[in-house]
């Protein structure tokens, strides 16, 4: 699976969007970009996903640029529960009816929603 | 709440102890991960099942692990022998035949003395 690189750190204010940076230069076409949060002390919690085409869904969107190197996702009204870490992962789901299973995760970004 | 369960949530044992610990998965999700979280750290892969097949196992998991998923339901992760660098969180992950999404379990957090 290609790497991602985001930064380690973000801070937003209630209320406000939060856009965070992801760069996955060395994406593979069947490679889906994938985000993930993890709030402290919890299991990891499926946020988005997308191959090409802009998402949205209940809880965010996601951006994908269209040579593909890099997505952003955006919470379009940050609250304070949105505090976590914020992982975003490229990864093959289907290539030639073969299912691929794991999940590989970096560092993240820590967000930090402030009054 | 996800759906997966795990026991315990937080276990403390003694080093050279084994230990055991379980996940269910969402029950029409035939697909079960484990991965492995120190502080600080993202959470890294151990192994996968489909169904009770064991198919992934990553060069994480020393000899002293063991997982099983012996009906495809829920499955185990033992440490045998726990040494001090075991302390960590231990996650269960599940998905179903689209395997586009895993869902988490709150997770196991292991502290070895």
């Known amino acids: 699976d290609a790497k991602t690189t985001q930064p380690p750190s973000m801070d937003c204010a209630e209320g406000r969007a939060a856009n965070l940076p992801c760069n996955h230069s060395t994406i593979s076409g069947n490679e889906y970009v994938y985000w993930y949060r993890q709030i402290h002390s919890q299991g990891p919690q499926y946020i988005i996903h997308?191959?090409?085409n802009n998402e949205t869904n209940e809880m965010a969107s996601l951006i994908i640029t269209e040579d593909r190197k890099s997505s952003t996702l955006i919470l379009p009204h940050a609250t304070l529960r949105d505090t976590a870490v914020y992982y975003c992962?490229?990864?093959?789901?289907?290539?030639?009816?073969?299912?691929?299973?794991?999940?590989?995760f970096g560092q993240g970004t820590i967000l930090t929603v402030h009054p | 709440d996800t759906g997966v369960s795990q026991d315990p949530r937080h276990k403390i044992t003694k080093r050279g102890q084994n230990v055991t610990f379980r996940c269910d998965p969402i029950s029409e999700h035939n697909r079960l991960y484990w991965y492995r979280q120190t502080l600080g750290q993202g959470p890294e892969f151990l192994t996968y099942?489909?169904?009770?097949?064991?198919?992934?196992k990553s060069r994480l998991l020393s000899d002293r692990f063991s997982a099983e998923r012996p009906k495809g339901s829920f499955s185990t992760l033992e440490i045998q022998r726990t040494e001090q660098g075991d302390s960590a969180m231990y996650l269960c992950?599940?998905?179903?035949?689209?395997?586009?999404?895993?869902?988490f379990g709150p997770g196991t957090r292991l502290t070895v003395t």
């Open positions: 997308g191959l090409k």
């Open positions: 099942f489909q169904n009770e097949a064991q198919l992934e």
């Open positions: 992950a599940s998905t179903g035949l689209t395997n586009y999404e895993q869902y």
């Open positions: 992962i490229v990864r093959v789901v289907w290539d030639g009816g073969t299912s691929y299973g794991k999940l590989t």
